[in-house]
């Protein structure tokens, strides 16, 4: 399918009713703004002001409560669910009925006084382990720093090897007129570095600072604050400590209710403020007079009559002039596919968007990636389990957008597998077989079984095979379409329907080749002659000379190899699906093996069987879904699909906690 028509519009409005007009088409939510060549501010300025002036407000305050703030919602049900919903009715109101400054100045108030505890903690918790080390010294620390009139010292830690040997150094340069303190080992600073403290007459300050420099003492002063004997100070800081610990606990309680009350509140007022901003935004960029604002925007073609409905409101004071996108424009691009192919559209999300004009590969990938699932995974047993899954996840979280199209894709991938695995036999491998108390249910498993790989896995890589051929044959055929539609004869004569003959040809010769009656044996032959002529004379349509073009066409010939290589990587839709079955083959013989463990034999199969199960569904599924988009991207998309379009982008509501609701209750977000 191609991507959605989309049309450029120039809307013209008179400012008096700009505000509104922009507000109408945020919440239309289908118009991706065009930002202009030039810019005019209007009235909207100071409104914007104010706006982002409240933003600014807010959040701190956020900032501050949200980590004292308990959620509501479980982190599983905040990341899959939708937001809460809100109409904007509602969010205006308590816009203007909800004052923040009392409340932003008790936060702020709050947060710089727990700076100041933190910093005040970690202080003392610091001098605590000094002191708690030097705890039995006989002096006042004011001997220490600042000292006295005659007396002054310090603290010091150096190698504890070389402790003693500085002691004595340091007595024989003060002599008597000094004392040497070695505290304790302890674990303020490295385990082989001891603390220490020299007491000594100011006099002999000079020759004491020369010792330390030649033998590496690292020395530190203690705080003003610190002037008693250790003992009494260590008694201070820890009664301190426990006063601020205990004030620190009071300011979060304090916090955690404020949070309980305001954080919602805020919440709801800096989404509405966002939406507020981002309109006053789309106005301020416009370009327009002092009179008129101008927006130009992109506009899917189902939309316009909704948008006509909107400037329909004002007809004295818009205009509107609606146009196709001229040769210079890039316009955006909207992939519109039916329901039932919505969960496919994030496996093309993530390979490319499509160009605008072009393709749109989802529709045509879906059949094929549930078929391919289902046959890489391959086990009613594991499919069911994700089928459970995905519908008790859709079902419980109110999910919208990609969230929901993920969980949509699994369930179908599990409805994939169920309907393989039901076919093969396999049902979390040969578990019913395995235990000897179900064989009644292996049985009635038995009886819708066609087809058993691990007996004829040939069959199954026929099959494919076949598929691989069947897909990227179709994605030849969309490109001969497209060529076709465009105009571009030579490029479907030569490109696709050379290919077409040659491959069937050969394909014909290889699988015909002595099963055909006489009479048609040459045919195809024939056929492959026919595309190998064709290619021949196409292929190097492009060269200058007539040689170029003969040797180029007759190179293209060789590309047959490529082909070949693409079908045979479908072979994995076999090895995935063996792969499945012998890894949960093997944990079901483990389980039966240790059954015959004495008093806990039963327990021990019951957690291989779990375990095991959980790991092979956990690693199988992981695997059927790479290989299986592998196959579309690399295999499938090369024939047909580019990508490198730009997604479609509309001005609409964006909010980070809220939904917003229309007056009917239903979302007016477009996800």
């Known amino acids: 399918m ?28 289908c118009c991706e703004l065009i ?9 909207s300025v100071a409104v914007l002001d104010d706006v982002e002036q409240r933003i600014s407000e807010l959040r701190p305050l956020l900032r501050f409560l949200e980590p004292f703030y308990t959620e509501e919602r479980g982190a599983l049900e905040r990341m899959l669910s939708d937001k809460p919903g809100e109409t904007l009715a509602a969010l205006s109101e308590l816009s203007d009925s909800t004052e923040t400054e009392e409340i932003t100045i008790q936060t702020r108030k709050l947060e710089k006084r727990l700076a100041e505890i933190r910093s005040n903690l970690s202080q003392i918790t610091t001098q605590i382990t000094l002191l708690t080390e030097i705890s039995d010294f006989p002096y006042p620390l004011s001997f220490v720093s600042p000292g006295t009139d005659r007396i002054c010292g310090f603290a010091g830690t150096i190698d504890r090897d070389a402790a003693r040997s500085f002691e004595e150094r340091f007595r024989e340069t003060v002599g008597a007129h000094g004392e040497f303190y070695l505290a304790s080992p302890g674990s303020r600073k490295k385990d082989t570095d001891s603390t220490f403290i020299a007491l000594f007459c100011r006099e002999q300050r000079e020759a004491v600072s020369d010792l330390c420099s030649e033998t590496g003492v690292s020395r530190f002063e203690f705080p003003d604050d610190l002037s008693d004997n250790p003992s009494t100070e260590l008694e201070r800081l820890i009664a301190r400590k426990s006063d601020l610990a205990q004030e620190e606990k009071d300011i979060h309680t304090l916090a955690e209710s404020l949070a309980a009350e305001w954080v919602p509140v805020v919440r709801k007022l800096s989404d509405y403020l966002g939406i507020l901003q981002k309109k006053m935004q789309a106005l301020q960029a416009g370009a327009g007079t002092e009179q008129v604002s101008i927006l130009d925007f992109w506009i899917p073609e189902p939309m316009i009559e909704r948008l006509q409905k909107v400037t329909g409101s004002y007809p004295d004071l818009t205009d509107i002039s609606i146009s196709d996108p001229g040769p210079e424009d890039e316009p955006p691009s909207l992939m519109a596919n039916p329901a039932w192919a919505k969960p496919y559209e994030p496996l093309t999300k993530l390979y490319g968007f499509p160009l605008y004009g072009g393709i749109d590969p989802t529709v045509y990938l879906g059949p094929f990636f549930f078929v391919f699932f289902g046959m890489c995974l391959g086990d009613a047993g594991y499919g069911g389990v994700m089928v459970i899954l995905s519908v008790m996840a859709l079902s419980k979280f109110q999910m919208s957008g990609d969230r929901k199209h993920f969980f949509q894709l699994f369930l179908l991938g599990g409805i994939g597998s169920v309907i393989f695995g039901v076919i093969t036999g396999s049902f979390f491998g040969n578990l ?14 038995q009886i819708p079984v066609v087809l058993e790989p691990m007996n004829d896995p040939m069959t199954l890589l026929a099959i494919s095979l076949t598929l691989g051929v069947i897909q990227i044959f179709f994605g030849m055929f969309l490109v001969l ?3 076709v539609r465009k105009g571009d004869y030579i490029a479907a004569l030569g ?19 002595g099963r055909m009656p006489d009479g048609f044996s040459s045919v195809p032959k024939i056929i492959a002659i026919a595309g190998a002529v064709l290619l021949v004379l196409t292929q190097g349509r492009e060269k200058d000379t007539i040689f170029g073009k003969a040797f180029s066409g007759v190179l293209s010939l060789y590309n047959v190899m490529s082909y070949l290589g693409d079908i045979l990587s479908y072979s994995r839709l076999l090895a995935l699906g063996l792969a499945t079955t012998a890894i949960a083959m093997i944990f079901n013989m483990l389980a039966g093996m ?4 004495p008093y806990v034999g039963w327990l021990l199969t019951l957690a291989f069987i779990l375990l095991g199960h959980v790991f092979s569904l956990a690693v199988n599924a992981m695997g059927a879904f790479v290989h299986s988009l592998r196959l579309q991207y690399v295999e499938f998309f090369s024939k047909f699909y580019t990508g490198g379009g730009r997604p479609f982008s509309p001005f609409r509501y964006q909010t ?3 939904s917003i609701l229309d007056e009917d209750g239903l979302s007016a977000e477009n996800n």
Do not use: Y
């Open 2 to 29: 191609a991507v959605t028509r989309i049309k450029k519009v120039r809307l013209l409005a008179h400012h008096t009713i700009a505000g509104n007009i922009a507000g109408a088409i945020q919440k239309l939510g």
């Open 594 to 597: 240790v059954g015959g463990v």
């Open 656 to 658: 980070n906690h809220v």
């Open 495 to 513: 490109d696709q329907v050379g290919w077409f003959l040659f491959l069937a040809g050969l394909g014909g010769m290889m699988l015909g080749s």
């Open 481 to 483: 379409v497209e060529n």
């Open 432 to 445: 019913l077989s395995s235990f000897a108390f179900l064989e009644p249910l292996a049985r009635i498993q």
């Open 35 to 43: 930002p202009p060549s030039a810019t005019a501010g209007g009235s």
